[in-house]
């Protein structure tokens, strides 16, 4: 089985700071990770993922995230965040399986909210 | 562009209401998934389905059951409404192999149980 906690529920910063949101997981067997966003009011869309090759990945509105293997963490980070990256964001492990359909098992989320 | 589609926004029910929710998907996906939302928890999947009349309980199926007819559609059953459904829904849809964006979203139904 998998679990993905993230560590901070809620993270307020000022616009044009840096930002990064925490993700542990844990499994038995090897997965693929994944952030996703949710803008108020609408669905989860994709923001990046980690499925081999380098560790740090980058994605969509300038954000990248690191794979740890030791640490068994995921950390979202943007270096410079807007007011339009207020959102909540959802770290998600899916186990590495070769049929059936693909679980997504997701974290609690984090609610990020920029300030002016 | 990829489309999921949830019926309702917003859905207002009695304690005891047979309830339906509703979620078509355009792109010919295998794999369609319910969750729900709730805050603090996260997403939990309710119930999935990986063909047209095939379904597998997720996490938290209880109170629950699906209905997979058509490809394109997957529905989401409370055969007797509780309080404690009273949640943020939302439908899913993937290929078997798409590992370059694994779900599509649908915007969500809020159902409030009263």
């Known amino acids: 089985a998998q679990s993905v906690t993230q560590l901070d529920s809620q993270v307020p910063v000022f616009e044009e700071a840096p930002v990064e949101l925490r993700c542990n997981y844990s499994?038995?067997?090897?997965?693929?990770l994944f952030w996703y966003v949710q803008y108020p009011n609408q669905g989860l869309q994709l923001l990046l993922k980690y499925l081999s090759g380098s560790t740090l990945v980058k994605g969509i509105n300038g954000f990248e995230a690191e794979f740890n293997k030791s640490q068994t963490s995921f950390h979202l980070r943007k270096p410079s965040v807007h007011i339009s990256d207020t959102a909540e964001y959802f770290c998600a492990v899916m186990p590495r399986l070769n049929q059936g359909a693909q679980k997504l098992v997701f974290g609690q989320g984090t609610r990020l909210t920029i300030n002016p | 562009d990829v489309k999921v589609t949830q019926s309702s926004r917003y859905l207002v029910k009695r304690t005891g209401e047979k309830v339906f929710l509703e979620c078509v998907q355009d792109?010919?996906?295998?794999?369609m998934f319910w969750y729900r939302q709730d805050p603090g928890l996260g997403l939990r999947l309710i119930y999935f389905?990986?063909?047209?009349?095939?379904?597998e309980k997720g996490d938290i199926p209880e109170g629950y059951s699906v209905s997979r007819e058509k490809k394109e559609r997957f529905s989401l059953i409370l055969e007797s409404a509780s309080t404690n459904q009273t949640s943020m829904y939302l439908c899913?849809?993937?290929?078997?192999?798409?590992?370059?964006?694994?779900?599509?979203f649908g915007n969500g139904t809020r159902l409030t149980v009263t």
């Open positions: 389905s990986y063909d047209v009349k095939m379904k």
């Open positions: 792109m010919d996906h295998e794999n």
């Open positions: 899913a849809s993937s290929t078997p192999s798409s590992y370059n964006s694994p779900l599509h």
């Open positions: 499994s038995s067997v090897s997965v693929y």
